[in-house]
């Protein structure tokens, strides 16, 4: 634990993806195989796993909420195909394989994107296991989150801070936004989904914001340190791409602390659920993960 329910929760979506985007024989197979060869890489699905969660603390079954953990899944995915653009980070390899775009071309990865995105709120919003007044609150929930308040704005962001130097104040804002609103959007879509409270709102949301921080802080370290046989992708993407991050702000031992301190908050955020040992286990495996 955690580890023994993640893989609990990561079959769960893998059988759900399988479901929601099979191959197709049509004219036009090519961008479904482009987005499966892209949604089924792998990975551990912790966004999933975060709404799964939440959803079952505040009383939902988690296999009802399976079509919105798996749309989450679908935009994270499609986030990852669009920065490895060579029009954005320009990487060659993702969870240790070739990147979409080195396998079938810009114009097909866009697309692959842009389909993702697009069947992220179909599968969420043509489910019939919950009800449509929470459904359409976590999906407006994880719109507003994925888009321009959100994952959008913060990358737009990032760009913008390439090859300058940032505050404190505009580190954050960036990384609560570009790596934060997915999290978030997990977080919180869970407890909306499941109709709970106020109370619980806050803190999925109070939860999210650390973990997302410490995730991205922990990810700026693995940039500098990391195996890239472990990580599956390029290390010292950042420096090569003269990106501002918190370790070339801070250096990596005052980012470490960081963490230390962030997986602290979230864990005591999680206090606010009775049930709460697998989201404090969960902030201490990210704070430790190689990859």
């Known amino acids: 634990m955690p580890e023994e329910r993640l893989k609990q929760y990561s079959a769960l979506v893998e059988a759900g993806l399988e479901r929601y985007l099979p191959q197709e024989t049509c004219r036009h197979s090519r961008i479904f195989e482009a987005c499966r060869y892209s949604l089924l890489a792998g990975g551990k ?4 796993a975060l709404l799964l969660e939440f959803y079952r603390l505040c009383g939902g079954q988690p296999e009802d909420a399976l079509p919105f953990a798996c749309g989450l899944e679908m935009i994270h995915t499609y986030s990852l195909i669009h920065d490895d653009l060579p029009c954005m980070d320009d990487d060659d390899y993702r969870r240790g394989r070739l990147s979409n775009h080195k396998v079938y071309g ?3 990865a866009v697309l692959a994107g842009d389909a993702l995105l697009n069947r992220a709120f179909e599968t969420m919003l043509s489910q019939r296991t919950v009800a449509a007044e ?6 407006a929930c994880i719109a507003r989150c994925s888009g321009l308040y959100g994952m959008i704005g913060g990358q737009v962001q990032d760009l913008a801070l390439e090859g300058k130097s940032a505050s404190d104040e505009e580190l954050r804002e ?4 570009k790596t934060g ?3 978030r959007a997990a977080c919180v879509g869970g407890v909306l989904l499941a109709g709970g409270t106020a109370a619980q709102q806050q803190a999925a949301e109070a939860y999210a914001d650390a973990l997302g921080l410490a995730f991205q802080i922990r990810d700026d370290i693995l940039d500098v340190t990391g195996d890239r046989a472990v990580l599956g992708k390029a290390t010292g993407s950042d420096a090569a791409n003269d990106k501002t991050t918190f370790v070339s702000v801070y250096g990596l031992e005052a980012c470490r602390g960081l963490v230390r301190r962030l997986t602290l908050q979230a864990m005591t ?14 902030a201490e495996y990210l704070a430790r993960r190689e990859k």
Do not use: Y
Not at 269 to 282: H, I, N, V, Y
């Open 181 to 183: 609103a997915l999290i």
């Open 269 to 282: 955020a999680a206090e606010a659920f009775s049930d709460r040992e697998f989201l404090q286990k969960l």
């Open 106 to 108: 810009d114009a097909t």
């Open 134 to 139: 929470p459904a359409m609150r976590a999906a």
């Open 174 to 177: 960036m990384v609560s936004l």
């Open 45 to 48: 699905h912790i966004r999933a």
